[in-house]
Each structure stands twice: as structure tokens, then as C-alpha cells.
């Protein structure tokens, strides 16, 4: 079981530029998840996605962040144009289930830096 | 303001000792899960409790969940080592805007000294 896969796991770009994050949720699972990791915040939701639909959006900060969910085995977080704000660790999950019911399974997160 | 807020925030410990991490709610759940995080990785879940359970056990783990205090608490038992990690309580049920989703405290960052 190769688990969620996250790419790349290190992203360093200059401000301006567009980023693409990409995830291959476990295989079987309906659910999956985008969050956002940091010191100040902590672990933030951006989106989830439940059989490939958008469900709760409500986290993502703002018309610069993007996410699809084209297949039940792929998820891009995209980000146009980056900031050095969105600098940060970024975790896809998937689970089984409804989020909130089941267990989430956490990729190893892609470290973001802009500057 | 965060739903899950766990206390304390750092932990330092003996190995061998136990730890007893603590994490409060504002709204109803209908289960709250144990999550674990070693430095640079992704959360590996540990436990999850279920709004109508009081107690559940699992190896060296013991959560406890009291709904009507909106507490829960996660103590490992006979600490090592390897179990520093930062460690997170997550809420699941329905909350501000309607959908049902998990809601991630800040954690609690815990250091077990050989």
C-alpha cells in the first residue's frame, strides 16, 4: 500500500510565479483533503472533495488558490500568483468516508517556500 | 477561533513516565480523533473516539472523551523515545458553514527524554 503520494515535497519559487501541488489519494478512498500547515495558524482545511466534487471551499484563503479533482486518483492545489505569505507545509489526506467520520490518511506534505 | 485547543502546549517527560495530554471543544461532535506528527512528516491518526463512547484503549494509548465538559484527553502509558512527536486532537462534526469536516487543534508538542 503506497499510501497518499504528494508532489514535489519541496517547492521553492520566487513571488509572482504559478505553483502546482500535486496528490495520488489512497486507492478505494472517496474523500480527500487539502490542508495547510503552519507555526502561526496551524493546520488549516483548505478544500475536501468527496467522488471527485468540491464539498467545503470555505478554507481556501482567496481567488489565488485553485483546486481540482479531475479522477478519483489525482488532485492538483494550484496557486496563481504566489505570495511569500503562502509560504508553508501542504498536506493532502483521504479517507474512506464523509470527513469528520472516518480517519484521514495524510501524505508526507509538499514544503513550500516563496520568496 | 480554533474548535479543538489542546493543553498543554509543550511537554517534557522521563522515559518511562506517562503522558497525559488534554484537548477542549466549543460545539457538539460526533467523534474526536488522536492524531500524531514527527518532525518534517505527514499526521498519522491514532485513536478515534466516538461522541457516545467514554473510553477507548488502544496498545499504550487511553482516550477518554467527556461530552458534556467537551474534553477529551489522550495519556500514553510507559513513554519512550521514539514517541515525541507533536500530537493533535481533531473534532469531527458539523460546524460553521454547514458541512461536516474534521477540525485540527494546534497540538501539543511532546519531548520524551531517554
Given amino acids: 500500500d503506497a499510501g497518499v503520494i504528494q508532489s514535489p515535497r519541496h517547492e521553492v519559487t520566487e513571488m509572482g510565479q504559478e505553483v502546482t501541488l500535486r496528490c495520488k489519494p489512497i486507492s478505494g478512498h472517496n474523500s480527500l483533503f487539502w490542508y495547510r500547515q503552519t507555526m502561526m495558524r496551524g493546520l488549516e482545511l483548505l478544500i475536501y472533495f468527496n467522488n471527485n466534487v468540491p464539498i467545503d471551499d470555505s478554507g481556501m484563503p482567496e481567488d489565488r488558490f485553485s483546486a481540482k479533482m479531475p479522477n478519483a486518483s489525482f488532485s492538483t492545489l494550484k496557486i496563481q500568483p504566489s505570495e511569500p505569505r503562502d509560504s508553508a507545509v501542504y498536506f493532502c489526506a483521504s479517507s474512506s468516508g464523509l470527513a469528520g467520520r472516518q480517519n484521514q490518511f495524510f501524505g508526507p506534505g509538499t514544503r513550500l517556500t516563496v520568496l | ?114
Fill in chain 2, 1 to 114: 477561533s480554533q474548535q479543538g485547543e489542546e493543553d498543554p502546549q509543550a511537554l517534557s517527560i522521563q522515559e518511562g513516565e506517562n503522558a497525559t495530554m488534554n484537548c477542549s471543544y466549543k460545539t457538539s461532535i460526533n467523534n474526536l480523533q488522536w492524531y500524531r506528527q514527527n518532525s518534517g512528516r505527514g499526521l498519522v491518526h491514532l485513536i478515534l473516539i466516538r461522541s457516545n463512547e467514554r473510553e477507548k484503549h488502544s496498545g499504550r494509548l487511553r482516550v477518554t472523551l467527556d461530552t458534556s465538559k467537551k474534553s477529551s484527553s489522550l495519556l500514553i502509558t510507559a513513554s519512550r523515545a521514539a514517541d515525541t512527536a507533536s500530537y493533535f486532537c481533531a473534532t469531527g462534526g458539523i460546524f460553521q458553514g454547514g458541512s461536516e469536516k474534521l477540525v485540527f487543534g494546534k497540538g501539543t508538542k511532546l519531548t520524551v527524554n531517554p
